[in-house]
């Protein structure tokens, strides 16, 4: 086997959850790249069908998408059985689904709270129990969360307690599903991204945390979603094989104290 090969995900079917865009898109592009097939799960469906016909069309593999709201183990469940359906064994998860208010902890809502938790947290965990269970009778498999640096530090003056939480639940759900896993030969892994420029974080350009961002960052800006795809995609190849239950930090040296 070739050293590049060794790094690919040739002949390897990924299930990208919040594929649509940021993230989830740069990750899903990258895996057709290095010759993954593509099932792309989104609740944003006009999105998640654009993106897929787009991937399609510049990588040649084979890209569909559907829509779910993964907060439903219902739906995890169904949706995970659409997949092996139509693309057979499911050889990689990356699990790129949340969302990122910004809320003073005393103004916080029940609901928006709940919210956070059930999307941050539970989505990814329904959805990989329901690929895990496709993999583990196969013997092998790679699940990749996104995680984040906020679930290691609390990025000040940022209000978002309910995010952080849910990260840092993140990082500690990888590690014990990597345990229970790893008899199955299944890797799991996360990566903690930064300050990265996307849908979810365009708002903070318009504050003064733009500049705070880029003079706390040792790298002296903010990162893309291409380069945390790099660092996805390695977690789920053959090169990473004796690597579970990490969380690979992302951040431009952000979070070094």
Not at 103 to 119: G, K, Q, R
Not at 220 to 231: H, M, S, V, Y
Request: some cysteine.
């Amino acid at each position: 086997m070739s050293v590049l090969h060794r790094f690919g995900l040739q002949g390897k079917t990924a299930v990208v959850t919040g594929g649509a865009g940021g993230i989830g898109r740069a990750v899903a592009e990258l895996a057709a790249a290095a010759g993954a097939d593509i099932a792309i799960v989104d609740i944003l469906h006009k999105e998640s069908q654009a993106t897929a016909g787009e991937i399609a069309e510049a990588s040649g593999r084979k890209v569909r998408a559907w829509t779910a709201d993964l907060s439903d183990p219902k739906a995890a469940q169904d949706i995970t059985e659409k997949i092996a359906s139509e693309f057979g064994d499911i050889d990689v998860l990356f699990n790129c689904i949340g969302i990122n208010p910004n809320t003073p902890m005393l103004e916080v809502s029940a609901e928006e709270w709940s919210n956070v938790i059930n999307v941050n947290v539970n989505g990814q965990f329904y959805i990989s129990q329901a690929v895990a269970r496709k993999m583990a009778p196969r013997g092998r498999g790679a699940i990749v969360a996104i995680g984040s640096n906020s679930g290691f530090i609390v990025d000040r003056p940022q209000p978002q307690a309910h995010y952080n939480t849910s990260k840092a639940a993140v990082h500690q759900m990888i590690k014990s599903m990597a345990i229970e896993l790893a008899p199955f030969n299944i890797q799991v892994n996360a990566l903690a991204p930064g300050f990265i420029e996307t849908d979810l974080t365009e708002f903070v350009k318009t504050t003064p945390l733009h500049q705070e961002v880029i003079a706390r960052t040792p790298a002296g800006r903010w990162g893309n979603p291409d380069e945390l795809a790099g660092t996805a995609v390695f977690l789920a190849s053959q090169a990473s094989d004796f690597v579970t239950g990490t969380t690979v930090v992302v951040d431009g040296g952000y979070a070094i104290r």
